[in-house]
């Protein structure tokens, strides 16, 4: 494998002058800031939010990097993993030249973002018991595929990949291998990240939307080398994370028993559920899970889908997905949200 990140490059970014504002250009201490129109005297809400955000999100950074055991500058913040996902498009993809490769089912932003940026998609399906077929990925790759989406667990699947399937996509490709561990914090295993020294060309995705129960902020997180966090960095919207979802998320950061303890929780609950579709007649297929939902085969998922919404319990319905026709996903609730969807479970017919 030979890696350099300036031949994945789109060739227009290579000189590119990232947007720079005089906050950022000052490095002295405490002054009067009249550089960015902003409103001197404070927040019409009572907060002071009347100053623009840190762009380059530092202090949440440091305690991020802290966190997973890495430096600072190869921790990158998006606005949800989504905006990651699409700046990653942005960098490295040439509209109608380039490709991609997703495995799919999975995460659903891959394929959109794709869509977006005008890139073309290569998809190399799951095999039926959701595992990667690593060989015929290897095969799609061409001279123009840029990067390769992993999601571990998968979504919509719950199911984590073999580490050495992951290993030899990694080793065999010179473009970027997106590992997307969005629901890594519900499953046993340790992350990508230890691997960042030996494999370049990886961006391990993470966020704070799942386990860290703080979807509401969008905070996203991309781990990889230096020369791809500034590459991320270069391009993004100056101020991407809002002072409001800084602040939350340093204070949640600081709750990692708080985390954990929810994860537990939530695991359990997703044993819960499952030794009850366990003995619903109408339930074909529980496929294990390393993530905070369940993907089941049901009998009628049209029919289960519009049963439970009427009763104002809504799963997802994954009937028109590939490989997960005759699929509903639900997510783990709370103890009393899954007694609910139990109780009306129970009583379908
Ligand atoms: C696999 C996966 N990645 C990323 C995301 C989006 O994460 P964020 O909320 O950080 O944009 C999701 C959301 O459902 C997801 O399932």
Not at 1 to 9: A, G, N, T
Request: aromatic residues 8%; glycine residues 4%.
């Amino acid at each position: 494998m030979s890696f350099d990140i300036q031949k994945i490059l789109r060739p227009h970014l290579r000189n590119f002058k990232a947007y720079s504002s005089a906050r950022t250009e000052y490095t002295g201490k405490d002054a009067i800031f009249l550089d960015a129109n902003e409103n001197p005297f404070g927040s019409a809400s009572g907060e002071l939010l009347n100053r623009y955000p840190d762009p380059l999100q530092s202090q949440l950074k440091v305690k991020i990097a802290q966190l997973k055991g890495i430096a600072s500058e190869q921790v990158f913040i998006g606005n949800g993993s989504d905006e990651v996902i699409d700046l990653l498009f942005r960098a490295f993809c040439n509209p109608e030249i380039d490709n991609v490769i997703i495995c799919p089912p999975t995460y659903g932003m891959y394929e959109t973002s794709a869509h977006l940026n005008n890139v073309h998609i290569k998809e190399v399906l799951l095999t039926r018991d959701f595992q990667l077929q690593t060989e015929q990925v290897i095969a799609a790759i061409d001279d123009h595929t840029k990067m390769i989406f992993i999601c571990n667990p998968n979504n919509p699947t719950g199911n984590l990949f073999h580490d050495e399937d992951i290993r030899s996509i990694v080793s065999s490709f010179n473009g970027i291998v997106v590992i997307d561990e969005a629901y890594i914090d519900f499953s046993n295993v340790s992350s990508w990240i230890s691997q960042l020294k030996k494999y370049p060309n990886i961006v391990v995705m993470q966020t704070l939307s799942k386990a860290w129960g703080m979807a509401g902020i969008r905070v996203g997180m991309a781990f990889s080398s230096q020369e791809i966090t500034k590459i991320l960095t270069s391009i993004k919207p100056p101020y991407n994370v809002s002072a409001l979802a800084q602040q939350a998320a340093l204070k949640a950061l600081e709750n990692e028993a708080v985390k954990l303890e929810m994860a537990e929780v939530i695991m359990q609950e997703n044993s819960r559920l499952i030794s009850v579709f366990e003995k619903l007649n109408y339930v074909q297929k529980i496929y294990p899970t390393h993530a905070n939902f369940i993907l089941l085969k049901v009998d009628d998922p049209n029919r289960l889908y519009q049963y439970l919404t009427s009763h104002q319990v809504v799963v997802r319905n994954r009937n028109t997905t590939a490989l997960c026709e005759g699929c509903v996903r639900i997510s783990v609730g709370t103890p009393d949200e899954n007694e609910e969807l139990l109780k009306w479970m129970l009583a379908y017919q």
